[in-house]
């Protein structure tokens, strides 16, 4: 079993920057994928970024150059950083991590921008 908790969150306005943050503990091994995934009101789960141990990162194009994932390894921790953030941006966010066929979700943080 693999437990994420999650931090950060809340409501900025339209332009704001938010910074989100994941812990990893429990049976987690050193490769591994970790992100985030956001769900809206009414709408299915979506990919916001992943970024692999390799470093590899895979971001929707939503999010292509207002948001960074940042890993650190040792701490087995994964941050989001989200700059520029608009309405739509507005969903629970979710923090993911795999390894092989098992994944795990983290219980989510709520993210609100305002008009």
């Not at 789960?45 to 992943?50: C, F, G, I, K, S």
Request: charge should be positive; hydrophobic fraction near 30%; aromatic fraction near 12%.
């Amino acid at each position: 079993q693999v437990y994420l908790r999650e931090s950060g969150g809340g409501l900025v306005q339209d332009g704001e920057s938010l910074r989100l943050s994941c812990v990893a503990s429990g049976n987690t091994v050193s490769v591994n994928v970790m992100g985030w995934y956001r769900q809206a009101p009414g709408k299915d789960r979506e990919l916001v970024a992943t970024k692999t141990t390799f470093g590899e990162t895979n971001y929707s194009d939503s999010v292509k150059g207002r948001f960074t994932i940042s890993r650190d390894r040792a701490r087995m921790t994964v941050t989001l950083q989200m700059n520029s953030l608009k309405p739509a941006d507005t969903a629970v966010y979710y923090c993911y991590y795999r390894w092989r066929e098992l994944t795990y979700w983290g219980q989510g943080t709520q993210v609100t921008v305002s008009s």
